[in-house]
């Protein structure tokens, strides 16, 4: 009697399908259960590959290269920013040295103004003195000759003056005033008599004229 589990055709259990599988050496394709390639022997296992001991050097140099390149970049980074420091400090440091010498010029050219200005007054109150001594010995003169005439009494030592507008130190003025006197004596107190005259001196034209009396 048949059993069951007999096949009723009379066939016999498939076998397992072989895998096809690809060389990665020899790249041909075959039906194969096995480990190696049945063409050209080498392993049909892709190995994952590892570096050698010449791929890690040339790996550690590139590397070494990468981060020595990220090294020089930021070391020509910090020179260009040194540099551009450096270059702004200059200019800043030559405008406040251009400014010093502008102040120097300037307050040297004050100075020589100053003194020139100085030499000048001290040229004019000599001259004004020099009218001054002039107008003294005119009218002393003319005193003299007064008195030679018999209109006034003699003698006539000398004359002094002193101004009551303008002088040789007041010299923003063109004429001065005077009050002189023509001195016929002197006291052992330092006073004087004599002829009252007025005078006056013009600074500009160094010209002067005086009148017996005020």
Known sequence: MPSLFDDPQGEQPAEAAVPTRLCPHCSTQSQTAGEFCPHC??????????????????????VVVVLGGGASTAVAMKVQHDDQAKAERARKDGIAEQERQRRERQERQQREEEERQSALDDIERESRQELEKGLRKAITKHAREVVAGGLLDGPI???????????????????????????????????????????????DEFTYSWQLGD
């Open 41 to 62: 022997g080498k392993s049909l296992v892709r190995r994952r590959r590892t570096l050698g001991r010449r791929g890690k050097l040339i790996l550690a140099v590139i």
């Open 157 to 203: 030592l000398k004359t002094v003056c002193d101004p009551v507008g303008g002088g040789r130190d007041d010299l923003e003025a063109q004429t001065g005033k005077y009050e002189c006197m023509a001195v016929r004596t002197e006291n052992t107190d330092g006073t004087m008599r004599g002829y009252s005259y007025s005078g006056t001196i013009n600074y």
